[in-house]
Every structure is written in structure tokens, then in C-alpha cells.
């Protein structure tokens, strides 16, 4: 067990950490604390993966993740909770409870599937996959279990966040592939912002319990 | 033989070490504290003060206390007193080491709680009542969360006791697993509600309504309230103890050999001062939470528990 492999897994360790937590967090600024925090470890994780494997497209991941996901977005998502004045706690679908054990659940069905399906790769790549598959899973639980559309998106955000892991934890990873991940991610953040305005605009507010009433009544 | 009497030196070291620099712990944080909020604070000395003040302040009993009331200081302080026993500081092999089994240690910190509780319902006014309730609400997730920490741990030591822990975890080559990280979230959040620290209780807070550790030692005055303090101190060392043992076992001296005492000692302080250091500065920059929350920041701290058990679990099923 060398320490490229431990340090690569101690920071997919704390992205997932960072994943559980954002679960477990009700107010909206914690939350985009968190997934800055996330981001910033992802990037950290790219650049060591970029200097064991000596890959210069991974140090060009780590700096786009810095950039992008570590500074410009949690910036324009802050800048959207004050311009909207969203200072309030976040409403959830389901109890907080609920949603940490089905997290669990989830990370477990992801290491259940995972683990075995690869048995043939090195030890820790399985786990660091595992792991990133955890992330990509509790994202969209997020996505699920918040009522707030800024809440959603934030899920929507760490989703790609284990993509990302997944991806600079595999060598040999086409560099377009991690790009065009991140140019989607900004371009469906600006596309989600305008969704945000227009909701905003119809509803008084960025819950889509709303959204759902209509939807029930157009059938 | 010579084994024996360095155990038994090395030992004794421990017990003074600990037992005179936990007022002095409590009187870093809280200087450190101070100093974070832009104030000047007590001087570090400060808690011995208290601690003699409360030694010669004349004692009081309620007329509807029982005459079990003296008793329950007594319990808290000796069951904190034997854990602290039980819990190597700097260095490993003591005497009292294959006793400090974990599961031992979760019990004497339950009786040590349990006498604060029974202590605060003493006198039966409501205030002692409410903190004992909200203790009990914290420690049933509390001891939980401990408890599926604990399996991890044994999991990869192939042992229960704190020494035998430390010993696998310096020696070893466990590396940096996951599951550890996990593990160790859940045993923060576990000291930090369990030595009555910011995010649950406020250690500081003068409310009686907010109070859950001092609500229950209202009634008690002088010594009694003495032997309430001096536990709580010694209940936050142990605590650093523990998650420094654990966690940063690294160069640990050994009883046996005199020679790595000094460089253990070294750690020891190093450690106990970074830890003096963090919590803080982690306190000040947190909200203590509304009281029915509490069990649910538990509840994720045995989850994470439960998480780092379920990957030790599945990676030894499935063949690492």
C-alpha cells in the first residue's frame, strides 16, 4: 500500500464524507460550504493523481474543478440566495432521518455492487470506485429529499462532483470527456439560474411543491 | 521484575501527569476561547483557582435532598477518575492497560453520567430534571454511536482494548482507510456532546433553560460541586487522550523502555496542545444547536459508525 494510493484515498474518503454530510445539513449556506469544501478536495485529489500519474491533463482537471466548481460556482450560488433573499433554512421532502439511512443504504448498495463486479482491478481503485458511485448516488438523493430548487441543484452539483472522482481515479481517462463534464456543469448551472428566476417569478419562491400542484391539475 | 517497575513507574507518571494538567487543559481552551472572541481572558492557571475556591467554600445541602445526594459526586468523580486510569497517555504497556478494555470505558462513562443525572434530580427541582432529560436524549445516540466506532476499531485491531488499539494502529501498517476517517467523525461528534462542548451544550452559557451538563449541578455548592468540575476536566483530557491514542499513535513511548518516555511525553504534549488549540477555535466558529437537533447530529455520527463498519465489513467479504 504505497502512499499515492492512501492519499487518493483518504480525499475520495472525505469527498464522500462531504456527500453524507450535505445530506445531513438543513440550511442552504451549509450546504453550499460544503459542496465548496467537496469541490476543493476533488481538486486536490486531481492534482496528486495528476503528479503520481504524471498526466498533465489531470493537473487541467484539478485547476477547472478549482476554478469552476471550487470558486465560481458556490460564488453564484450565494450570490443567488442573497439576491433572492433565501436566508431560511432548507425545507425537506422526507425527515432528515430517513434520508441519512437511505443514504447509507445507498453507499452500501454501492460498495455491493461495485466490489464485486471488479474483481480482477487492484484493491483500492475498486474501493476508490466505490466510493465515487456513493457520491454520485447520495447527489441525487439530495436532488430527491429537498423541496428547495437551489437544494436540488446543489445535489445536482455533487452528482457530477463523483463523476469527476471516478473519472481522475482511472487512468487513462480522456481528458475531452472530464472537459465537456465541466463545460455542461457551468452551462445547465446558467441554464438552472434562469429556471431559478422564472420560478422565482411565477411562485413567490424557489419550493417546487408548487411546480407539482400545477403538474396534478394539468392531468 | 524491572519490567514491572518501570510499568508501575510509568504508571504513576501517568496518573499524576493527568490528573494535575487537566485544569491546566481546561484553562488553555478556555484562554484560547477568549482569545478568538477578541477578549483578553482568565489566566490558563485560572480553573486550579476555582478548583481551591470550591475547596474552601463552606458545603450545602438542600433540606429535600436525600442523603444520597453527596453520593453521586463521589461516583462521577472515581468512575471518570479509573477511565482516566485506564487510557495511556504517553506511552503504551501500563500497568492498568489490559484492563482498559473499550467497552469498559463506555460503561464507566455511563455510570460517571448516570450519577450526574441521578445528581441533578436530586433536590427534584426542574431545571436539574430537564438537563437530566436532555442528557439521557443525547446519550442513548451518544453511546450508540460509540459503540459502532468501537467495531471498526476492533475490526482492524483484532482487539478491544484502548492500549492494544493504539499499539495495532502504531505498529501495524493499517494505512489511511476510509473507514477510519469515518470512524473518527463519528467519535468527534461523540466527545464533543459528551464532554458538553458548543455544537450541543455550551460550557460557558449562564441560561439555565439552555443548560444540559451545569443544569444538573445547580444544587451543588462547594466540594460536591468540586468533585463536578474537576470530573469535567478530566472527562475533556480523556477524551483528547483517547482520540490522540487512537487516532495519533505514532512514536508512542513504551512502559518498558525508559529511553522513549521523553519523546513520548513530547508527542503527548505536542498532541494534547494542537487538540487544546482546535476545539476552540472550532467553537467559536459554530452555533450551539436547538436541542431536539442534537439527536439527529448523533444519529449521523452513528451512521458514519455504521458506514465504517459496513466497508471494513463488505471489503473482507468480497476479498481485498
Known amino acids: 500500500m504505497s502512499l499515492t494510493f492512501s492519499l487518493a484515498h483518504l480525499m475520495g474518503g472525505i469527498?464522500?464524507?462531504?456527500?453524507?454530510?450535505?445530506?445531513?445539513?438543513?440550511?442552504?449556506?451549509?450546504?453550499?460550504?460544503?459542496?465548496?469544501?467537496?469541490?476543493?478536495?476533488?481538486?486536490?485529489?486531481?492534482?496528486?493523481?495528476?503528479?503520481?500519474?504524471?498526466?498533465?491533463?489531470?493537473?487541467?482537471?484539478?485547476?477547472?474543478?478549482?476554478?469552476?466548481?471550487?470558486?465560481?460556482?458556490?460564488?453564484?450560488?450565494?450570490?443567488?440566495?442573497l439576491r433572492f433573499n433565501l436566508r431560511r433554512a432548507v425545507e425537506s421532502g422526507m425527515g432528515m432521518a430517513l434520508s441519512l439511512i437511505l443514504g447509507v443504504g445507498l453507499i452500501g448498495i454501492a460498495v455491493l455492487v461495485v466490489l464485486p463486479s471488479t474483481m480482477r482491478a487492484v484493491s483500492l481503485t475498486r474501493e476508490d470506485l466505490a466510493i465515487a458511485l456513493s457520491v454520485v448516488l447520495l447527489g441525487l438523493l439530495v436532488m430527491v429529499s429537498r423541496r428547495s430548487a437551489l437544494a436540488q441543484i446543489i445535489g445536482f452539483l455533487s452528482t457530477e462532483n463523483g463523476l469527476v472522482l471516478a473519472a481522475i481515479g482511472m487512468p487513462g481517462m480522456p481528458f475531452v470527456a472530464e472537459f465537456s463534464v465541466a463545460l455542461l456543469v457551468l452551462l445547465a448551472f446558467l441554464v438552472v439560474g434562469v429556471f431559478l428566476l422564472r420560478i422565482r417569478e411565477h411562485f413567490d419562491t424557489l419550493d417546487v411543491t408548487g411546480i407539482e400542484a400545477i403538474e396534478r391539475r394539468g392531468r | 521484575m524491572l519490567g514491572f517497575a518501570l510499568g508501575l513507574i510509568a504508571t504513576l507518571l501517568h496518573a499524576a501527569l493527568v490528573f494535575a494538567a487537566a485544569p491546566l487543559v481546561a484553562g488553555v481552551v478556555g484562554k484560547i476561547r477568549a482569545w478568538a472572541l477578541g477578549r483578553r481572558g482568565a489566566p490558563v492557571w485560572q480553573p486550579y483557582l476555582q478548583l481551591y475556591k470550591l475547596l474552601r467554600k463552606s458545603t450545602l445541602v438542600p433540606e429535600t435532598a436525600t442523603e444520597l445526594f453527596a453520593l453521586w459526586p463521589v461516583a462521577c468523580f472515581l468512575a471518570t477518575a479509573v477511565a482516566m486510569l485506564l487510557v495511556p497517555s504517553f506511552c503504551t504497556g501500563m500497568l492498568t492497560a489490559p484492563l482498559g478494555d473499550f467497552i469498559t470505558l463506555i460503561g464507566l462513562f455511563a455510570i460517571a453520567r448516570a450519577a450526574t443525572m441521578l445528581g441533578g434530580m436530586e433536590t427534584g427541582f426542574g431545571f436539574g430534571g430537564a438537563g437530566a432529560g436532555r442528557e439521557v436524549l443525547f446519550s442513548i445516540f451518544a453511546e450508540a454511536a460509540l459503540l459502532v466506532?468501537?467495531?471498526?476499531?476492533?475490526?482492524?485491531?483484532?482487539?478491544?482494548?484502548?492500549?492494544?488499539?493504539?499499539?495495532?494502529?502504531?505498529?501495524?501498517?493499517?494505512?489511511?482507510?476510509?473507514?477510519?476517517?469515518?470512524?473518527?467523525?463519528?467519535?468527534?461528534?461523540?466527545?464533543?456532546?459528551?464532554?458538553?462542548?458548543?455544537?450541543?451544550?455550551?460550557?460557558?452559557?449562564?441560561?439555565?433553560?439552555?443548560?444540559?451538563?451545569?443544569?444538573?449541578?445547580?444544587?451543588?455548592?462547594?466540594?460536591?460541586?468540586?468533585?463536578?468540575?474537576?470530573?469535567?476536566?478530566?472527562?475533556?483530557?480523556?477524551?483528547?487522550?483517547?482520540?490522540?491514542?487512537?487516532?495519533?499513535?505514532?512514536?508512542?513511548?513504551?512502559?518498558?523502555?525508559?529511553?522513549?518516555?521523553?519523546?513520548?511525553?513530547?508527542?503527548?504534549?505536542?498532541?494534547?496542545?494542537?487538540?487544546?488549540?482546535?476545539?476552540?477555535?472550532?467553537?467559536?466558529?459554530?452555533?450551539?444547536?436547538?436541542?431536539?437537533?442534537?439527536?439527529?447530529?448523533?444519529?449521523?455520527?452513528?451512521?458514519?459508525?455504521?458506514?465504517?463498519?459496513?466497508?471494513?465489513?463488505?471489503?473482507?467479504?468480497?476479498?481485498?
Open chain 2, 149 to 320: 466506532a468501537l467495531l471498526c476499531f476492533v475490526l482492524l485491531a483484532h482487539g478491544a482494548t484502548v492500549d492494544g488499539i493504539a499499539v495495532a494502529f502504531d505498529t501495524q501498517h493499517i494505512g489511511i482507510s476510509v473507514s477510519l476517517g469515518f470512524a473518527l467523525a463519528a467519535l468527534l461528534a461523540v466527545a464533543l456532546t459528551e464532554t458538553g462542548r458548543i455544537p450541543t451544550d455550551n460550557p460557558s452559557g449562564h441560561l439555565e433553560l439552555a443548560m444540559v451538563h451545569e443544569a444538573m449541578l445547580l444544587e451543588y455548592s462547594g466540594r460536591f460541586l468540586l468533585l463536578f468540575e474537576y470530573a469535567a476536566m478530566l472527562r475533556l483530557l480523556l477524551w483528547m487522550d483517547l482520540i490522540g491514542a487512537i487516532f495519533i499513535p505514532f512514536r508512542l513511548g513504551q512502559a518498558g523502555d525508559v529511553f522513549s518516555w521523553p519523546g513520548g511525553l513530547l508527542l503527548w504534549v505536542l498532541k494534547i496542545g494542537a487538540m487544546a488549540v482546535v476545539l476552540p477555535l472550532f467553537e467559536v466558529s459554530t452555533a450551539k444547536m436547538r436541542v431536539f437537533r442534537v439527536p439527529e447530529f448523533l444519529g449521523a455520527a452513528m451512521l458514519l459508525g455504521f458506514l465504517a463498519s459496513v466497508f471494513l465489513f463488505v471489503a473482507a467479504r468480497i476479498g481485498s
Open chain 1, 15 to 81: 469527498v464522500l464524507l462531504c456527500g453524507f454530510l450535505l445530506l445531513s445539513q438543513r440550511r442552504l449556506a451549509a450546504m453550499i460550504t460544503l459542496y465548496q469544501i467537496q469541490a476543493c478536495v476533488l481538486a486536490a485529489a486531481a492534482f496528486w493523481q495528476g503528479w503520481a500519474q504524471h498526466e498533465l491533463n489531470l493537473y487541467l482537471t484539478g485547476i477547472i474543478t478549482l476554478a469552476l466548481k471550487g470558486l465560481l460556482l458556490p460564488y453564484g450560488l450565494r450570490q443567488i440566495v
